[in-house]
């Protein structure tokens, strides 16, 4: 069985999927892209920007399951232009970077985005023990 995870202070999904799913002990955080909550707009221009807004949403679906940065085991990348990952890399790291190990990471170009994002990530995350 599992549960839905939703928070009005990340993006409502902008398709059929949830926020995330807590299975077991895991979450599985859907990609969230640079959208403010309160407006749904695309917050920032460059990947520095963007990654911010980026982590803020994830943080934010974290925080509703239970969870924060340091529980999160695999994140994926996603980057319209791998030119940004130096960018993208700095913001990152320092949020996943400054306690314990850093996540497991995948980091991939691909074509496009929702929105004309610049920068997209996913997670999976360990519920902590009670």
């Not at 892209?33 to 803020?56: F, K, R, Y």
């Not at 970077?97 to 997670?123: D, F, H, K, M, N």
Request: with cysteine.
């Amino acid at each position: 069985m599992f549960k839905v995870i939703e928070t009005p202070h990340a993006p409502k999904p902008i398709g059929p999927y949830s926020q995330a799913i807590q299975m077991g002990g895991l979450v599985f955080l859907s990609g969230q892209i640079p959208l403010d909550p309160s407006t749904g707009e695309i917050v920032g221009a460059t990947a520095t920007e963007q990654t911010h807004q980026v982590i803020h949403n994830l943080l934010a679906v974290l925080k509703a399951a239970g969870c924060d940065a340091k529980h999160v085991a695999k994140t994926t990348i996603f980057l319209v232009d791998l030119a940004d990952f130096g960018e993208v890399n700095a913001v990152y790291g320092s949020v996943f970077g400054t306690e314990g190990p850093a996540p497991a990471r995948s980091t991939v170009q691909v074509s496009a985005l929702p929105r004309g994002s610049r920068v997209e990530i996913e997670a999976i995350a360990q519920i902590p023990a009670a």
